[in-house]
Nanobody, 126 residues
Framework: QVQLVESGGGLVQAGGSLRLSCAAS????????MGWYRQAPGKPRDVAAR????????????NYADSVKGRFTISEDNTQNTFYLQMNSLKPEDTAIYYC???????????????WGQGTQVTVSS
């Protein structure tokens, strides 16, 4: 079993920065793909309503939503089983609950786990 725990959310003024962390624990052999998604206020609270923010693969290929390109950076530290989302030049429209997710290989036989963290609130004031 694997658990993902986000941290680093909070309240920040427009133009400010935050760094979100997602720490994975449990049976981890290797990371396949990791991502950050967000759910804006007023949106349905289900997985299908989450907007992709950024993803990173085990080969360090990254992908970003157009709305965050040039402002957000996703990165990973495999030695700590943790990945990050550095958010700069934050805007009020970035206000959302941010969720991390990951596809993880859990053993040498190729078993995998896919799941989500519990979410962390990011609020950007104007």
């Amino acid at each position: 079993q694997v658990q993902l725990v986000e941290s680093g959310g909070g309240l920040v003024q427009a133009g400010g920065s935050l760094r979100l962390s997602c720490a994975a624990s449990g049976s981890i052999f290797s990371f396949n793909e990791m991502g950050w998604y967000r759910q804006a206020p007023g949106k349905p609270r289900d997985v299908a309503a989450r907007e992709l923010v950024a993803t990173i693969t085990s080969g360090s290929d990254t992908n970003y939503a157009d709305s965050v390109k040039g402002r957000f950076t996703i990165s990973e530290d495999n030695t700590q089983n943790t990945f990050y989302l550095q958010m700069n030049s934050l805007k009020p429209e970035d206000t959302a609950i941010y969720y991390c997710n990951a596809l993880i290989t859990t053993d040498m036989y190729g078993s995998t786990w896919y799941g989500w963290g519990q979410g962390t609130q990011v609020t950007v004031s104007s």
